[in-house]
């Protein structure tokens, strides 16, 4: 979470609620999770998901850092395009792929097909291009005791399955190269070490060589502020209890090949959610029946999902800016929509004040990018580094014009 002294330099310059991006500590976390699979599996590189949090100055430090480009539209794959990404670094996955995919498979992207309706089409784009060479990849389906059943991907061993892979190697200029899976709600370790036993056992037994790839989605808990981390239970998994189960079975599996495949996992949540912070204030203060509300000035899209599923850590400034710290039991932080359900958190237990400053921690997932334009455009995105001495804005905040030049208004777009 952002400390005490970063939040009060930047309340004094903004009067909404704002973001905050740690890009430090974002690069430092980056690089101990890569860093720790490759100790054990040196070829693994991570796609970060891009639809998790898509602000490209956070996509550019991936980048930066060596990390490729998961996209599931075209949005998503026209900004990796953007930030300078040649088609071998981008990843495009998902369940209805855009028009661009034509162009990415051309020239050698990577995709994982999910469907076998998508893979006729790709076989039509291969026939229509028959001096280009398409790589492919599949992504599987398969029960990891997930308790639900995952509608992506073609389930392993399934006529479905074998069919889709028939179909494709039937065509002389597409190659089946890798192999996919992305589960979520199964973050546990059980469920990893069946991910990659899955497809390790696909990639043997419907791959007539050896992968150029494994991806095995993501779904891995990231680092957390110990006050959210307890809501999970005593057993959270570290990266190095990951990297164990799936680079070290990659490693025993492939251990004195030449060439092994590339590990590829594609951290979403994992890698961001404990980066970023909101700051809001608190505008008013009541009680009906009891029961006692303080609402402020964000809503909980700004704080994304997770924040109505646990309760997000946080801390206080009084009006002074001082860190608050009386108790005062079950307050409901509400936030400044019309809806009975904007809670963002129940059981607050510090007490508030009008003017006060609630910091809420892990808010770096499904939040900018799921936060509709109801009833009030976006806030501002600060991301702070050591290595300048000032914070640097990368999303300003969203204007009327901004959500309005889509709407025909009087005749006229703005
Ligand atoms: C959403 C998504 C991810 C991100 O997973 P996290 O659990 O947020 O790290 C990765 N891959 C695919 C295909 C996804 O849809």
């Known amino acids: 979470m952002l400390d005490i002294d970063k939040t009060k330099a930047l309340i004094n310059k903004n009067s909404t609620s704002f973001y905050a991006f740690e890009e430090d500590e974002f690069k430092n976390n980056y690089l101990d999770l890569l860093n720790t699979f490759r100790s054990i599996y040196s070829d693994y590189n991570i796609a970060y998901s891009y639809k998790t949090n898509y602000t490209p100055y956070i996509c550019n430090c991936v980048k930066e850092l060596g990390g490729m480009a998961e996209v599931v539209s075209d949005m998503e794959y026209t900004l990796a395009k953007k930030l300078g990404y040649s088609n071998s670094n981008i990843i495009y996955n998902g369940p209805v792929k855009g028009e661009k995919l034509k162009e990415h498979i051309l020239n050698g992207g990577l995709l994982n097909i999910d469907n076998i309706d998508e893979a006729k089409n790709i076989m039509n784009i291969a026939k229509n291009n028959p001096n280009k060479f398409i790589k492919v990849g599949i992504r599987v389906n398969f029960d990891v005791g997930a308790g639900y059943i995952s509608r992506f991907g073609l389930e392993l061993d399934s006529d479905e399955f074998v ?3 028939n179909l494709l190697k039937t065509m002389p200029n597409i190659n089946i190269v890798g192999l996919h899976c992305h589960i979520s709600r199964a973050r546990n370790i059980d469920s990893w070490q069946k991910r990659i036993d899955k497809l390790l056992y696909a990639a043997d037994k419907y791959l007539n060589k050896t992968p150029e790839y494994i991806d095995v989605g993501s779904g891995m808990f990231g680092k957390m502020d110990p006050f959210f981390a307890k809501q999970f239970g005593d057993n959270v998994p570290s990266y190095l209890d990951y990297a164990k ?10 251990h004195g090949q030449e060439v092994k495949p590339l590990l590829i996992s594609e951290p979403g949540t994992t890698i961001i959610s404990n980066y970023m912070s909101l700051i809001s204030k608190v505008v008013q203060i009541k009680t009906i029946r009891d029961k006692k509300f303080a609402t402020i000035n964000s809503s909980f899209y700004n704080a994304g999902d997770v924040c109505l599923v ?5 801390y206080v400034l009084d009006n002074n800016l001082n860190l608050k710290t009386k108790e005062c039991k079950g307050i409901s932080v509400m ?7 904007d ?5 607050f237990n510090t007490e508030l004040e009008v003017g006060n400053y609630i910091v809420f921690g892990n808010v770096g997932g499904y939040s900018i990018v799921s936060k509709p334009p109801f009833i009030q455009p976006n806030v501002p995105i600060f991301a702070i580094s050591k290595k300048r001495n000032k914070e640097i804005e990368i999303k300003r905040y969203e204007s009327f014009d901004d959500i309005f ?7 006229m777009y703005i």
Do not use: S, W
């Not at 809670?343 to 059981?347: D, G, H, L």
């Open 163 to 165: 069919e889709t892979i």
């Open 343 to 347: 809670c963002i958190a129940k059981n």
């Open 245 to 254: 189960v799936v680079a070290g079975t990659m490693e025993r599996h492939y």
């Open 310 to 314: 646990k309760q997000l850590p946080y």
């Open 335 to 341: 936030g400044y929509t019309c809806l009975e359900q």
């Open 405 to 411: 030049a889509t709407f025909l208004i009087d005749g």
